[in-house]
């Protein structure tokens, strides 16, 4: 534990909002790390990449829970108010938001045929809706993350450093298999590889952006904490069941896909105890 320990006295002694900046850049380049081996493999099983956007919704389901509602809850007690109001009033508002970004911006999820794109008819290349379907999966990610860091700067006990650096280590761990997941349909689809590759990274670009935007704006609206921690969780649970979920139902391996769901279960969990 001494090397997370020398991380979480670096993450403390440096500006909130460069932390968030520093911990959501960390998932973005996990994610071209994942997108990265399709130089190495000329393809991936079905079988395989559905076990992996099973784990990405293991630990997206785990990290509403352990990181962002129970906080929220917690904090909004400790503050006076009913405990459940605003994590529910936060976490409806997460969902609907990406509900309607889900609406405005034609996007077409993995696995999928072209004909079952979402959003407004366009005449947008296959390449570009998928990319961008993954980049609305990422902000409430990145959003998340940076929530957290505001937290911990408003001074809010809920909230601290490691609880906030084990959500980045989570979001690291699924953004692994998500980037490999997008590099290798894009590669199918007749990309090369370093397209694949640009495209696979690039749509986790959007994390340090909402992960800056989620710091600041709880740094300067303290009382919007529990509303912020409950709105990222909303907007993950309406990717994972909107999004995930469906995408790995799509062929035979739904029980591989079950298994890597519990496993990122799991693994988010044991992170967010040991490590919050």
């Known amino acids: 534990m001494e090397p ?3 991380i979480e006295r670096f993450f403390t002694s440096i500006d909130p909002v ?3 900046f520093l911990a959501t850049t960390f998932t973005w380049l996990v ?26 919704g293991g630990v997206m389901v785990a990290a509403s829970f352990w990181s962002l509602l129970t906080p929220s809850i917690e904090m909004s007690e400790r503050m006076g108010n009913i405990p459940w109001l605003a994590p529910a009033i936060g976490f409806a ?23 079952q794109s979402e959003g407004p008819s366009t005449k947008w290349h296959k390449t570009t809706l998928l990319v961008l379907a993954i980049t609305l999966h990422n902000i409430p990610e990145g959003l998340a993350v ?25 979001i690291g761990l699924q953004n692994f298999p998500e980037g490999f997941a997008v590099s290798m349909p894009l590669r199918r689809q007749g990309l090369s590889k370093f397209r694949s590759f640009w495209y696979g990274q690039l749509s ?8 800056v935007i989620g710091a600041v704006a709880v740094i300067h ?14 907007a993950m ?5 909107e999004e995930v979920i469906p995408e790995t139902q799509q062929d035979k391996y739904t029980d591989i896909a079950t298994l890597g769901f519990i496993g990122g279960f799991i693994v988010m969990m044991i992170l967010d105890v040991a490590l919050g």
């Open 4 to 6: 997370f320990t020398a």
């Open 18 to 20: 460069l932390a968030a």
């Open 31 to 56: 994610t071209a790390a994942g997108a990265s081996l399709v130089f190495f493999f000329g393809n991936a099983s079905r079988k395989w990449l559905d076990g992996m956007l099973g784990f990405t």
């Open 93 to 115: 508002a997460g969902a609907l938001f990406l509900f309607a970004l889900d609406k405005l911006l034609p996007h077409l999820h993995i696995n999928f045929d072209p004909a």
């Open 146 to 170: 940076g929530v957290l860091f505001g937290g911990v700067a408003a001074g809010m006990p809920e909230a601290s450093i490691g609880g906030a650096l084990a959500l980045a280590i989570g």
């Open 204 to 211: 986790a670009i959007v994390e340090p952006v909402a992960g």
């Open 221 to 234: 609206m303290q009382g919007f904490l529990p509303y912020a921690l409950a709105f990222a969780a909303g």
């Open 237 to 241: 649970i309406y990717v994972v069941v």
